[in-house]
């Protein structure tokens, strides 16, 4: 007689709240003997229950952000769990999409999912419908609470109520009103009127960590006590923004006169506010433009953790960068942050030529087509194909925040360090490399999962560029305009002088240029002709500028001039 199949069962319980969790037997134990019960009931089909607990008390059903479910579904796509078992399915989650992502999950893992009370299973399609339809009910109670929430805060707002939340510094809350500290409101009055002096909120922060003045202490449900301790860059804006301190209580784009009395002025209120819309623009700030940033959310500095695109305004145009968030929130004089900012185009085309290849794999090729044909239906199937084939001229039709999206399928972080940027490559793009599915990458670590280059930071013109050191076609620039003029130009004032027998100076005068410039660019011309092909075809170094040639002074030997000026 063939062995029965044993099906291992691990049971989830939840609460939204943690209220009544104390008990010594309290409702996740009761779910947990309900489904045990169950399980029992069903051993002659060779159940059996898994002895670990998965017990989610306090997490809300609207998201996956649980630490008991991460556990588990970390369980089942190891293949430690055949069937999951929950008192109500509104216990494993309340959200239709949630569900279809832990549904998809299953499937892939041969994992059975079943409701305790519910009477039904996921073994089979009649299962499926019913959990659906219960599904979207539970989703609609959820979100009909949450409607009724956000319409009594609104109406409160409009009353000027308090309407819960920490209380700001300047305040304390004694029966769900806003009552003035008296010292911590000697603090608020200093922001501002210092910020009126200073007109600069980083040396506001300054000076007021200076003075010894602390941000607000909170304790915590459990009674801890939570201070940051010092004053950063953002505590102090978010300060200067603030409408309670004037007596009103913002909803929306709406003030509305608050039940609190205030602590600032009015007038001086109106100058902060006047004062901080003539600053925008001085220097980095949180990128406010509809432009995506492809790496948000990816890019880490070594020394100073995520890293935020900025960007900084001069005259009428915006220049778009990375900098540690450390750097914005406290001052890039007081981070001292060993990185620094990072031109955005600069890194972003750095990481995409590097990754590029990952994108060659079937499965990506495929999505990125069927997302090709959704933003660009007028190209027939020839055209999309053979765009397709080149990363860099597919990217070039989709919209900034799909890149981000293609980006974040196949990269999981990226670390900018002072002598190499290290990217972290998502399990699947890791395995694409070790089944030789793509060619393979001398700096792809399979133990750590990561393309590795090694890098140095140089300026051209006062911009960052990213140099590597090893001689690869991607470490080459593009045509310098201004450095092929200058090499065609030599070549032809030279011509010029020998065909028409006429010295430099008489040159000068027919050609109305400074007779100096002109000996300057004609220096040119004693350069090794694999050099000069070099500048003509767009494969000189990085860094080489025509101010540093004509300025400078490189050796006439043609194998020292590769050296010099970096060409191996």
Request: positive net charge.
């Amino acid at each position: 007689m063939e062995e029965q199949k044993q099906i291992r069962c691990a049971i989830y319980t939840r609460k939204s709240t943690d209220e009544g969790l104390e008990k010594e037997f309290n409702t996740l134990e009761a779910q947990r003997e309900a489904g045990e019960n169950f399980v029992m009931s069903m051993k002659h089909q060779g159940w059996v229950i898994l002895p670990d607990h998965y017990d989610d008390g306090g997490f809300s059903g609207g998201n996956l952000k649980r630490p008991a479910l991460k556990r588990l579904m970390a369980d089942v796509e190891k293949g430690k769990v055949d069937m999951i078992v929950v008192y109500k399915i509104d216990r494993l989650t309340r959200s239709l999409l949630d569900f279809a992502q832990l549904v998809q999950t299953f499937e892939k893992n041969n994992c059975s999912f079943v409701s305790v009370t519910q009477h039904f299973n996921t073994c089979d399609s009649m299962g499926k419908l019913t959990l659906n339809i219960l599904l979207s009910f539970a989703q609609f109670e959820r979100e009909l609470g949450a409607e009724r929430v956000r319409d009594k805060i609104a109406a409160s707002k409009k009353k000027g109520m308090w309407t819960g939340g920490p209380a700001p510094l300047g305040y304390d809350i004694k029966e769900k009103k806003l009552i003035i500290n008296q010292e911590e409101a000697e603090v608020v009055k200093f922001i501002f009127d210092d910020y009126l002096k200073t007109k600069s909120q980083l040396q506001t922060m300054k000076n007021v960590n200076e003075k010894g003045y602390k941000p607000k202490t909170r304790v915590t449900k459990t009674g801890r006590v939570a201070s940051k301790g010092r004053f950063n860059h953002s505590m102090i804006s978010n300060i200067l923004s603030n409408p309670i301190y004037i007596g009103m209580v913002a909803y929306k784009d709406t003030l509305y006169e608050g039940q609190h009395k205030g602590i600032i002025d009015k007038a001086v209120w109106d100058n902060v506010a006047d004062l901080k819309k003539s600053n925008i623009g001085s220097g980095f700030s949180s990128q406010k433009s509809e432009k995506v940033a492809l790496l948000k959310g990816l890019l880490e500095c070594e020394c100073c953790g995520t890293m935020t695109p900025t960007r900084s305004k001069k005259g009428n145009k915006y220049y778009e960068y990375y900098t540690s968030s450390k750097a914005v929130k406290e001052g890039v004089k007081t981070v001292h942050c060993q990185i620094g900012s990072i031109p955005a185009g600069e890194i972003e085309s750095f990481v995409l030529d590097k990754v590029k290849k990952i994108f060659q794999s079937p499965d990506l090729q495929q999505a990125m087509l069927k997302e090709f044909e959704r933003q660009n239906a007028n190209y027939n199937g020839a055209d999309v194909n053979a765009i397709i084939k080149d990363i860099g001229e597919a990217f070039k039709y989709f919209e900034p925040a799909t890149i981000h999206d293609f980006i974040k399928e196949v990269v999981r972080k990226v670390i900018v360090c002072h002598d190499h940027i290290e990217i972290k490559l998502k399990p699947l793009s890791a395995a694409l490399f070790e089944d030789g599915t793509l060619e393979t990458d001398e700096n792809f670590d399979a133990k750590q999962l990561e393309l590795k280059y090694p890098i140095r930071f140089g300026r051209k013109r006062g911009r960052v560029l990213i140099i590597e050191p090893t001689p690869r076609s991607s470490d080459q620039g593009e045509r310098d305009s201004k450095l092929y003029t200058a090499v065609t130009q030599a070549f032809y004032w030279k011509q010029q002088m020998e065909e028409r027998h006429i010295t430099l100076t008489e040159l000068a005068k027919q050609e109305h240029t400074d007779r100096g410039y002109m000996g300057q660019i004609l220096k040119l011309t004693t350069l090794a002709p694999d050099i000069v092909m070099a500048i003509i075809e767009g494969r000189q170094p990085k860094l080489l500028t025509t101010r540093g040639l004509i300025r400078g002074h490189f050796p006439y030997i043609w194998e020292d001039q590769r050296r010099e000026l970096g060409f191996k």
